[in-house]
């Protein structure tokens, strides 16, 4: 079965949304990095506000000379490469109409609770690699809170900004298991952890 795996930056406090108000930047080591755990996914899961901010960008990236936050052009290349081959389902609580423009890309209407659970819980069983949740912050906030993560990749910087925490609407935060713990020159820590399912 595939995992669902948030893998995303975040501040010491917790905060995921508007990473442009608090990320300093990538070192290229981290960079790198996520490049490479990249390759474990072949789908993302994002709500409508950062599906229109990642096909604002990750399009034009396949030809950009300068990477992201100023950040290396090559490996920022192989992330635009990736971005856009994969599967992207842009989740949605409210019926839209019209077809999106990003290849690959598929609508999801998950009115209730219930049915965001029913669609995850079938797309886990399907074949394939591990999906990324990417944000943004209210569909994270909805996966935690409603146990649909497997597996945590925190990117956490040292700072401390006020906004959206992915645990603001969860009364008890599931049982983790730490998997991994990487440390970068910029001192942003990478911690992995693992659900520990009853």
Same mark, same amino acid.
């Given at each position: 079965?595939?995992?669902?795996?948030?893998?995303?930056?975040?501040?010491? /406090?917790? %905060?995921?949304?508007? !990473?442009?108000?608090?990320?300093? +930047?990538?070192?290229?080591?981290?960079?790198?990095?996520?490049?490479?755990?990249?390759?474990?996914?072949?789908?993302?899961?994002?709500?409508?506000?950062?599906?229109?901010?990642?096909?604002?960008?990750? !399009?034009?990236?396949?030809?950009?000379?300068?990477?992201?936050?100023?950040?290396?052009?090559?490996? *920022? %290349?192989?992330?635009?490469?990736?971005? /856009?081959?994969?599967?992207?389902?842009?989740?949605?609580?409210? !019926?839209?109409?019209?077809?999106?423009?990003? /290849? *690959?890309?598929?609508?999801?209407?998950?009115?209730?609770?219930?049915?965001?659970?029913?669609?995850?819980?079938?797309?886990?069983?399907?074949?394939?690699?591990?999906?990324?949740?990417?944000?943004?912050?209210?569909?994270?906030?909805?996966?935690?809170?409603?146990?649909?993560?497997?597996?945590?990749?925190?990117?956490?910087?040292?700072?401390?900004?006020?906004?959206?925490?992915?645990?603001?609407?969860?009364?008890?935060?599931? #049982?983790? %298991?730490?998997? +991994?713990? #990487?440390?970068? !020159? /910029?001192?942003?820590? +990478?911690? #992995?952890?693992?659900?520990? %399912?009853?």
């Amino acid at each position: 079965m595939r995992d669902v795996v948030m893998a995303m930056q975040t501040t010491i /406090n917790g %905060r995921l949304d508007d !990473p442009e108000a608090w990320v300093s +930047g990538i070192d290229d080591d981290q960079y790198a990095e996520i490049d490479r755990r990249y390759d474990g996914f072949d789908s993302i899961l994002i709500g409508t506000t950062t599906y229109a901010e990642m096909f604002e960008y990750w !399009p034009g990236a396949l030809e950009a000379d300068t990477g992201f936050v100023d950040s290396n052009a090559k490996i *920022n %290349r192989r992330m635009a490469e990736k971005m /856009n081959a994969y599967r992207k389902y842009v989740f949605t609580r409210q !019926p839209a109409s019209g077809a999106l423009a990003w /290849n *690959n890309s598929e609508r999801v209407v998950a009115a209730t609770d219930d049915d965001l659970v029913r669609f995850v819980t079938e797309l886990k069983e399907q074949p394939g690699r591990d999906l990324h949740l990417a944000g943004g912050a209210a569909l994270v906030q909805d996966f935690v809170r409603l146990g649909l993560i497997d597996r945590y990749r925190l990117l956490v910087y040292p700072v401390h900004s006020p906004g959206a925490c992915w645990f603001d609407k969860v009364a008890r935060l599931p #049982d983790l %298991r730490v998997d +991994g713990v #990487d440390h970068y !020159p /910029n001192d942003v820590i +990478g911690i #992995d952890y693992r659900v520990v %399912r009853d």
